[in-house]
């Protein structure tokens, strides 16, 4: 199946460039005003999925790596490609989560993929990503096993179709070796 992906490399840095100063000029607009509490958007889904992209394109050598919501079908064939963030033939559904702060990741109780990838973004006004990619399924036994909360794992929460939602900092350790660093640098490193 041929996949036409057109959110270039120029598209993402256009993207980002407007999001950042959008979030820079809010967080002068409230120290200007001395409000505090003002929440500061979420990074929208198409450059954090994006940022991944082009890790997993030149940082991981998977140059079939496809942004599924941009990407056009030249095949009448239903495959899964149309489903996830993003998508490799040689791997098949990536998943992204990306993380700004310290508050929980939530997570679809029927998603699923081949591998997921967590942008920590946290720091992304320094000009500073760390990506890392669990390297199992969401079937596997050490995904479905994770402890969401003292009494109840992800499987748990899944079965009852509530949306799981964890902390990087509670989740990571549970992971293990499973899910590694694959890149910590700048935006601009990317590419």
């Not at 999001?19 to 889904?45: C, D, F």
Request: contains cysteine; negative net charge; glycine residues 4%.
């Amino acid at each position: 199946m041929a996949v036409t992906d057109n959110y270039s490399e120029q598209a993402l840095k256009e993207r980002f460039f407007h999001h950042k100063l959008y979030v820079e000029s809010t967080l002068t607009w409230k120290q200007e005003h001395g409000i505090e509490q003002a929440r500061l958007p979420n990074m929208p889904e198409d450059i954090s999925e994006n940022i991944v992209k082009f890790i997993a394109r030149n940082t991981l050598n998977m140059q079939d790596c496809v942004w599924t919501k941009g990407a056009e079908q030249q095949s009448d064939d239903e495959d899964q490609i149309t489903t996830g963030d993003l998508h490799s033939t040689s791997i098949g559904k990536l998943e992204c989560k990306c993380f700004t702060s310290d508050g929980p990741i939530s997570f679809g109780p029927t998603e699923s993929w081949n591998v997921l990838y967590f942008l920590d973004a946290r720091d992304w006004l320094n000009d500073h990503f760390v990506l890392y990619a669990f390297n199992d399924t969401n079937l596997s036994a050490d995904w479905q096993n994770v402890k969401v909360n003292k009494t109840q794992t992800y499987a748990d929460q899944c079965k009852a179709k509530r949306r799981p939602r964890i902390s990087w900092n509670s989740l990571q350790p549970q992971l293990g070796i499973k899910c590694v660093m694959v890149y910590d640098g700048s935006f601009d490193d990317i590419f």
